[in-house]
């Protein structure tokens, strides 16, 4: 059975940090590319950072700068750093995980919140 579990959310005051963890278990992770989507109330879900498996790495212009995706292949986890966080920032926060050769597999968490707030 897949799961991607993400955790790490919580209410963080404006400038401060957070750091996201994906734990993914029935996946052969090493084939994946990772990424990192977030989603506020009423909005559609958008990309916020890609780590595909050969390590390209893309990020939304938003975050450049101030977010930092990484990957563990031998935990199976990626993480997202977020550092001078804004109230901007504040969503729901999706790990996502695609495999886009052969049959193209695209598995997601559950969702984390992140509250960026004074």
């Known amino acids: 059975q897949v799961q991607l579990v993400e955790s790490g959310g919580g209410l963080v005051q404006p400038g401060g940090s957070l750091r996201l963890s994906c734990a993914t278990s029935?996946?052969?992770?090493?084939?994946?590319?990772m990424s990192w989507y977030r989603q506020a109330p009423g909005e559609q879900r958008l990309l916020v950072a890609r780590l595909g498996r050969s390590g390209i790495i893309n990020y939304a212009d938003p975050v450049k700068g101030r977010f930092t995706i990484s990957r563990d292949n031998a935990k199976s986890m990626v993480y997202l750093q977020m550092n001078s966080l804004k109230p901007e920032n504040s969503a729901d926060y999706y790990c996502?995980?695609?495999?886009?050769?052969?049959?193209?597999?695209?598995?997601w968490g559950q969702g984390t919140q992140v509250n960026v707030s004074s």
């Open positions: 996502d995980a695609v495999r886009s050769f052969g049959a193209r597999t695209e598995y």
């Open positions: 029935g996946i052969n992770f090493i084939f994946y590319d």
